[in-house]
């Protein structure tokens, strides 16, 4: 049966971070880490020399040695990285297995995926927006075939994203959304398909998408059974950074996840 486990938002700690809670069998996994920054540490753009992403790093002690980000392309791709091998052409997500090295992806908007294989230690950190949906299942099938990841040792994160409440689209988007994420996984029991949101929404002649239903579709679908969701929307969370809140001076947000 899927476990999904919710939670909100927490800046108490860290006023620049949230961390997040990887969760297995109802327990917090130890060791690994993750998060997301907030609209208050800066725009964290990977490109460029602003200030923001070495401030945070320093702020969270953490080397920015160890730090891996990428050039993202809202795409499918996934790559294997580590210190001897990193990230050398744009993607959108990163999976490791190196505890020296923490990823990195930036999102305003867009959902970002964490993942923890509890048995082996490996670990992966996605990109996540309507035209990369899918590629949670990419990032899964690499583990597997370097690190032979299970599904179901699998702990999966659904940070901060715009909510079905406001991603709104046209109609043939949504139409085309629902055709590829919205059938609910076969062999799932009653109990785990009731969990599972319509992937899509109208709202008299407006449509809207749900990428963290998306999301749980395809991770439960391909076997994990361990998912944990944050509360909340980007677009209506002003400690956020959002794209269509904010316009073209948007805040991108630093997603983290390793062993920091």
């Given at each position: 049966m899927v476990k999904i486990y919710s939670f909100d938002l927490d800046f108490s700690a860290r006023p620049l971070f949230a961390p997040f809670p990887f969760v297995f069998d109802g327990v917090p996994a130890a060791g690994i880490s993750c998060g997301i920054s907030s609209r208050l540490a800066g725009d964290m753009v990977f490109s460029g020399d602003k200030p923001a992403r070495p401030a945070l790093?320093?702020?969270?002690?953490?080397?920015?040695?160890?730090?891996?980000?990428?050039?993202?392309?809202?795409?499918?791709?996934?790559?294997?990285?580590?210190?001897?091998?990193?990230?050398?052409?744009?993607?959108?997500?990163?999976?490791?297995?190196?505890?020296?090295?923490?990823?990195?992806?930036?999102a305003a908007d867009c959902l970002p995926v964490y993942l923890f294989d509890t048995e082996t230690g490996a670990f992966g950190l996605l990109h996540s927006g309507w035209k990369g949906t899918g590629i949670v299942t990419r990032a899964l099938e690499l583990m597997a075939g370097r690190w032979h990841t299970r599904p179901e040792a699998v702990a999966a994160v659904l940070g901060p994203c715009i909510d079905s409440c406001c991603y709104q689209v046209d109609e043939a988007r949504a139409a085309a959304f629902a055709a590829e994420f919205g059938a609910v996984p076969p062999g799932?029991?009653?109990?785990?398909?009731?969990?599972?949101?319509?992937?899509?929404?109208?709202?008299?002649?407006?449509?809207?998408?749900?990428?963290?239903?998306?999301?749980?579709?395809?991770?439960?679908?391909?076997?994990?059974?361990?998912?944990?969701?944050?509360?909340?929307?980007?677009?209506?969370?002003?400690?956020?950074?959002?794209?269509?809140?904010?316009?073209?001076?948007?805040?991108?947000m630093a997603a983290l996840c390793g062993y920091y």
């Amino acid at each position: 049966m899927v476990k999904i486990y919710s939670f909100d938002l927490d800046f108490s700690a860290r006023p620049l971070f949230a961390p997040f809670p990887f969760v297995f069998d109802g327990v917090p996994a130890a060791g690994i880490s993750c998060g997301i920054s907030s609209r208050l540490a800066g725009d964290m753009v990977f490109s460029g020399d602003k200030p923001a992403r070495p401030a945070l790093f320093k702020a969270l002690n953490l080397a920015a040695s160890r730090v891996y980000g990428l050039a993202q392309i809202h795409s499918r791709q996934v790559l294997a990285v580590d210190r001897l091998n990193p990230p050398a052409v744009p993607a959108d997500g990163m999976v490791s297995a190196d505890r020296e090295t923490v990823l990195s992806v930036t999102a305003a908007d867009c959902l970002p995926v964490y993942l923890f294989d509890t048995e082996t230690g490996a670990f992966g950190l996605l990109h996540s927006g309507w035209k990369g949906t899918g590629i949670v299942t990419r990032a899964l099938e690499l583990m597997a075939g370097r690190w032979h990841t299970r599904p179901e040792a699998v702990a999966a994160v659904l940070g901060p994203c715009i909510d079905s409440c406001c991603y709104q689209v046209d109609e043939a988007r949504a139409a085309a959304f629902a055709a590829e994420f919205g059938a609910v996984p076969p062999g799932l029991a009653a109990a785990d398909a009731a969990l599972l949101k319509p992937v899509t929404r109208r709202e008299g002649a407006r449509w809207y998408l749900d990428l963290k239903a998306a999301n749980i579709r395809l991770l439960a679908g391909a076997g994990v059974r361990n998912i944990a969701v944050c509360g909340g929307c980007t677009f209506t969370d002003d400690r956020l950074g959002s794209f269509r809140r904010e316009g073209a001076a948007y805040t991108r947000m630093a997603a983290l996840c390793g062993y920091y």
